[in-house]
């Protein structure tokens, strides 16, 4: 199943980290280390296998033993190496191919994992040279199926090294983007969004909230000295844990992407409503309409993510019905007067705080997609009553799962109209309508106050056949 995200995830808690790494002394435990910071770089490697493996970055860090083991400052520079790894993955390969005669063998693969892991010490965190290339050896000499790569190892991370910053920068923004996914980029928003696109996911994105009081947006931009942006979001930078942020425990706010907070208020006013908020989870959209006044059933087919839902709404001591059901199997007990289907995807729009997406997802992936996201919009429409309106969107910035499968389900079914969107229903971001009338958000917007996630959406009703 594809992936859909909402509440964005905060860094855990953690000391400060400097570029060096964690300071030196005794590991988590007491336990004393040969080479100071070792533990966090094993960390990081298990991390990068994992996702190698196919995990998600956010299941892979909450899975990993060598991670988890860690705390404080060694956690947060795992986690830092980790993602810049990740996040500048096509550029590291470049430059370490350059220095490798011919590919490394498959079973090599942890090589090359080691190698990434030194890379991105050194030109994106810009760890010294000495602590970053002796314990990639250090690393290598731990297993015997990388121990006579040491040499080599030390080697090409030395050359690297001695190449600077600047190979790395040089390079287009694309090259850290798989060609299929550039593709579809370039060819619905073409070259020069493309670029700025691929160069907004280079960066590391802020944390944003929603105020569940409307009225009190601008007192907590005061209270917890955030920006607010023009969509009403609060945006904060340097937050490792926002739990301990002052109104997260009574519930006063959410963590939620500017650009994911803009859907639910499409609906337009749903106070009283009935309103159908499907594949709900996390939560962020069944807050905000049940803070909105309306009477909301939250459908999910994932019991873990639901009840995550449901902490979310005891938090806030908000209300929502929850069901846990495949929606192409369930029927609601009546029609709604709105629908909100967040539709599973390859949420290739929230790659500036998933930097793992781009090696995970396939053309295949949305493929299938596409196929289920027609299926549930297919399926909506029969929960609604006429002249209700249906708010389709997705975290994704490929054009089959947004615009395509708009144009689609318009031309599959005659009393399906669209409701075009006004330039005031974006929330202030500039170029966010398009000229058929949808939403489309794009990480580059806003990129001189932090960017935000790419999200689609498109605004129906269906006529009474």
Avoid at 288 to 315: H, K, M
């Amino acid at each position: 199943m594809g992936k859909k995200t909402d509440n964005q995830t905060p860094a855990p808690a953690s000391a400060s980290v400097t570029a060096a790494g964690p300071a030196a002394g005794p590991a988590a435990g007491g336990r004393p280390e040969a080479k100071a910071g070792l533990d966090a770089r094993r960390g990081a490697l298990e991390v990068l296998e994992r996702v190698r493996g196919g995990e998600p970055l956010d299941e892979a860090l909450g899975r990993s033993g060598a991670f988890t083991a860690l705390e404080g400052s060694d956690r947060a520079f795992a986690r830092a190496m980790a993602s810049a790894a990740l996040r500048r993955r096509g550029g590291l390969d470049h430059l370490i191919g350059a220095y490798i005669d011919r590919p490394l063998p498959k079973k090599a693969a942890r090589v090359m994992d080691i190698l990434r892991l030194a890379s991105a010490q050194l030109l994106v965190l810009k760890t010294p040279d000495h602590a970053a290339v002796s314990t990639a050896v250090d690393l290598a000499g731990e297993r015997r199926e990388t121990a006579g790569y040491a040499r080599l190892i030390n080697a090409v991370a030395r050359k690297i090294a001695r190449g600077g910053t600047a190979a790395l920068d040089q390079l287009p923004a694309r090259i850290d983007t798989p060609g299929w996914m550039w593709r579809g980029w370039e060819r619905n928003f073409g070259p020069v969004k493309a670029r700025a696109i691929a160069a907004a996911h280079r960066e590391d994105p802020p944390l944003d909230i929603v105020v569940k009081d409307a009225s009190a947006v601008r007192e907590w931009a005061d209270r917890l000295q955030a920006e607010q942006l023009p969509t009403g979001a609060l945006r904060l930078r340097g937050v490792s844990d926002v739990t301990v942020l002052e109104g997260f425990a009574e519930g006063a706010w959410w963590v939620q992407d500017a650009a994911a907070a803009l859907p639910a208020r499409l609906l337009g006013d749903v106070a009283g409503k009935r309103v159908l908020d499907l594949c709900a989870a996390p939560g962020g959209k069944t807050m905000q309409l049940a803070a909105a006044g309306a009477n909301v059933t939250a459908v999910d087919i994932s019991a873990p993510r639901l009840e995550r839902v449901r902490e979310n709404l005891a938090r806030t001591k908000l209300r929502a019905d929850l069901v846990e059901a495949d929606l192409l199997k369930w029927s609601p007990d009546e029609k709604a007067d709105a629908i909100l289907l967040d539709a599973p995807c390859t949420a290739t729009g929230t790659i500036r705080r998933h930097p793992d997406l781009p090696w995970l997802k396939t053309e295949d992936d949305v493929r299938a997609l596409s196929a289920l996201q027609a299926r549930m919009i297919d399926r909506a429409m029969t929960f609604l009553k006429p002249g209700g309106i249906l708010l389709y969107c997705v975290c994704s910035l490929q054009p089959e799962e947004g615009e395509a499968q708009a144009k689609n389900a318009l031309a599959r079914h005659d009393n399906l109209r669209r409701l075009p969107l006004s330039a005031d229903e974006a929330g202030g971001v500039d170029g966010a309508v398009t000229r058929d009338g949808d939403l489309r958000t794009l990480p580059s917007m806003l990129a001189e106050r932090g960017g935000m996630d790419g999200f689609f959406a498109a605004r129906f009703t269906v006529d009474a056949n």
